[in-house]
């Protein structure tokens, strides 16, 4: 089992994800372009439901209370897992207004997420053999396969090969609902981010 760092088992909330899980099955094997609307909103209407059968649980209630308060440590956004082990990968993310989740990837993951409040504007990428491998890469640099605004109550989704680079960055203070239907090892994962030197580190142009 993967446990991460801020990660602590609950029974109540696997039994409902499971239950869950079973229930959408079907609609998550059906999903194989994140390019077409209706396959959007048939994922984020099943993350919808996932929301709702957990809506009653203290667990989820205290989560999502603590990842909005502010930053999880060492990174720049709230993140409490609500699963994760081998086979089920599920969080909620929080994300301040103005503030980015850079360029990265899933390799041969496949996830669906919800926005439960809030606003993001979101670019999707199809992964292609130039863009593995951790280098710097702008979105221009890979084939995009979806751009949009995400506000409350609507989502998206991506699989292995579609999709599955994406950036976003947050219009208002924004939670979203994240599932893996397949889950990915996190070691594998590329950030796709520049190393820019910072204005102190630039050297200085003389003056005429
Ligand atoms: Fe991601």
Redesign the pocket.
Known sequence: MILTENYFPDRDLEYAYTSWMNRERNVFHALDNPGNSLQRSRASAAVGRLHEALAPLSRYRELMDAVTSGPSAGLPWGWRPLLDDECTQAGLLYLEAGKT?PL?D?PEGA?ALRVISGRIDIIQGDPVPETSGGDAVSPCKFPIRWSGALSRGTGTFFTASKGNI?TFMARTDTLLL?VFFTPYEYARRSWFVAEKPSPAERPVEPRR
């Open positions: 989740v990265h899933h996830a994406h994240d």
